[in-house]
């Protein structure tokens, strides 16, 4: 079924590189405007060397998963990316030919800081695109009743073909995903790495990048309090 350079991992609170080419795979077979699946999906890595229709297997195990295209607003997608970033980010929403930039410190529902086509252009929220993704994601109530609702193929056969055409392959994530936290970058890590950190180093950043966020507040407050006084 192909060949691994490295490790190649997935992930589940980030965009790993098997979520990639999940994502990927399903964009390429669809031809849709951009694709938006959960992480969840993927479930084991895949170790460096030949790779067997096993490994692929293990790493996403649902046989009768299907993929489905649809239209949807560009405000619905943004809603489905804030619903995944609660509690955590334990399961995001991982795009192909879309990007976005979040800020885990903020409050539930205005973490996402922006959502933009490959070349720079923001998705439009009034616009309709025609999206696909995975059923799990298409079956929730944001998009069962969308127009153009249709099954296309089965996830992890298409997984599969692209992997296997792509072959061989490095663990070489891009940043359609990005954290936009300072601090966590200069302790060079994402808050979701499920093998690199956890949870007490998770909670440990996020207290210090809230103390970071109110000094730097505090020159405002101190001119608002003059001015009240002045």
């Not at 976005?100 to 205005?110: A, R």
């Not at 079956?139 to 061989?168: C, H, L, T, W």
């Not at 891009?174 to 601090?183: C, M, T, Y």
Request: aromatic share 10%.
């Amino acid at each position: 079924m192909g060949a691994a350079k490295e490790d190649l991992h997935f992930e589940h609170k980030a965009a790993g590189k098997l979520n990639q080419i999940h994502a990927d795979s399903m964009l390429e077979f669809s031809g849709a405007d951009f694709c938006l699946c959960g992480s969840r999906t993927l479930r084991g890595h895949v170790s460096k060397g030949e790779v067997t229709y096993k490994d692929l297997h293990d790493a996403l195990p649902f046989t009768e998963e299907n993929i489905v295209t649809l239209k949807a607003s560009g405000e619905k997608i943004i809603q489905e990316i804030e619903s995944r970033l609660k509690d955590g980010a334990r399961g995001i929403a991982v795009p192909a030919g879309l990007k976005y930039t979040y800020d885990p410190s903020l409050p539930n529902g205005k973490r996402v800081l922006s959502v933009t086509f490959p070349d720079g252009k923001p998705l439009e929220t009034e616009k309709e695109y025609n999206v696909v993704m995975n059923g799990p994601m298409a079956q929730n109530e944001r998009f069962v009743k969308s127009k153009d609702y249709k099954e296309i193929g089965n996830i992890q056969k298409v997984f599969m073909d692209y992997f296997k055409a792509g072959s061989p392959w490095g663990d070489d994530p891009d940043d359609r995903v990005k954290v936009d936290n300072s601090f966590f970058f200069l302790f060079k890590f994402y808050p979701a790495n499920d093998h690199k950190i956890g949870p007490l180093n998770y909670s440990f950043c996020m207290a210090i990048n809230n103390l970071i966020k109110i000094f730097r507040l505090l020159p405002s407050i101190f001119e608002a309090v003059v001015v009240i006084h002045s």
